[in-house]
């Protein structure tokens, strides 16, 4: 995973070329069943916007299991850094990271 880079201005008061471009963010996310104990992780470039589709039924193989709360997520540079991670998710060891790190 990489880092974000920050850069010192070069003079007070002013702001580097590399702060006033906006850089895209991705995401890897663990949602949950609010009613069933079923995850789903996925990533995506919009958290607000991604939660806003599974809870309206967009997708038909996770329906039965709405509504969804975000219990989880990481932030990468890179679309490929977060669908690697979301792939960890799903490896067995991943479900042991995730046991681990979130609340039973």
């Known amino acids: 995973m990489d ?3 920050v850069s010192e201005a070069p003079d007070t008061g002013s702001i580097p070329v590399e702060a006033t471009t906006v850089f895209p963010m991705f995401y890897t996310y663990v949602l949950k069943s609010t009613n ?3 995850y ?3 990533h995506c470039q919009d958290l ?4 806003r589709q599974h809870n309206s039924g967009m997708t038909a193989s ?3 299991y709405i509504p969804f709360t975000l ?3 990481e932030t990468f540079e890179t679309e490929q850094e977060a ?3 979301e792939k960890y998710f799903k490896s067995a ?3 042991r990271f995730l046991k681990k790190a979130l609340p039973s």
């Open 48 to 51: 607000e916007r991604r939660l």
């Open 36 to 38: 069933h104990n079923y």
């Open 83 to 85: 669908i690697e991670r």
């Open 62 to 64: 996770i329906q039965p």
């Open 93 to 95: 060891a991943g479900r």
């Open 40 to 42: 789903y992780k996925g």
């Open 3 to 5: 880092s974000i880079r």
């Open 71 to 73: 219990i989880y997520f």
